[in-house]
């Protein structure tokens, strides 16, 4: 009988080597000159249109400053002078929880109407509780219209103690805010008594700037059309907040009386406008009240 014969190690190609230990030399140097870069997560405080609370205030965000610059909101940015013949309006409205009572939604407008006289940066101020007929104004109910000169005393005006107190006395019994500011008319000349009748519209994403432009141009002409129109204004919204909704425009008309606002609705001119905005219109908001300061 013959001896097993020992087995035989395998033959390993040295092309097959060589590629393998120049392989672990390439890797080995690549791991020796790239060091991992620790992951950095910024957390920047917010608000929506649903209105969820920010660290700061319900109605306030973080401005984002530049390292190494003045934290002073009426420095950074520098802030364009307001155009010939225009004022920042501010138009805030809110939602209570149902659970609020009386007496806490009247805490919540005498706080908010004692801001004037801590921020000297608010040149006008009213306010009035919705009355509008036409079911449009989407839960909200009390409404407040601040006057600012200009971008720069609003940037003074959002991160203001008096401000952020005031967020707090308004928080427990918030359920959503709204607001749109734009640029209205300085030279307007005030009613004895006023009925605002503010009117926000949000557009279609399709819609084109031209017919965009044709409703504000149609809006625009109606005072010259319906004599109960006392006064108007109308803008684009320009808020640094993020309480819009995706509202764009607002046209605030302003009767002197009911019967003015009666007249209005149903005119032949008001209801041709409508017959303009209606291809282009994704919702409308409306919101009336008496201006009260």
Known sequence: MNAPQPKQAPIIDKRLL????????????????????????????TSNT???????????????????TT???????KFK???EGKVLRHAVFFSFK????????QGVVDAFRELPEKIAEISDFKWGVNNSPEELNDGFT????????????????????????????????KDKVFVLDYWGDANAKPLKRELKHAVFLRFKWDASLEDIQKVEAAFAALPAKIDTIRRFEWGINNSPERHAAGF?????????SEEGRATYLPHPDHLAFIEILKP??????????WAEE
């Open 98 to 105: 149902e659970e609020s009572s009386e007496e806490d939604i």
């Open 248 to 256: 764009t425009h607002c046209f605030m008309v302003g009767f002197g």
């Open 142 to 173: 009390h409404c407040f219209l601040l006057t600012f000169k200009n971008e720069a005393d609003r940037a003074a005006y959002i991160p203001h103690e008096a401000h952020k107190a005031f967020g707090d006395v308004l928080r427990p019994h």
């Open 50 to 68: 649903s209105g969820s609370t920010s660290p700061v205030s319900d109605l306030t965000e973080v401005p984002q400053v530049p390292e190494g």
């Open 280 to 289: 282009v219109l994704d919702a409308p908001r409306v919101l009336d009240f």
């Open 18 to 45: 060589n590629l393998v230990f120049l392989c672990s030399l390439l890797v080995g140097i690549c791991n020796g000159c790239v060091k991992p870069q620790p992951a950095t997560v910024t957390t920047v405080p």
């Open 81 to 83: 002078p307001a155009p």
């Open 71 to 77: 934290t002073n909101p009426a420095d950074v940015p």
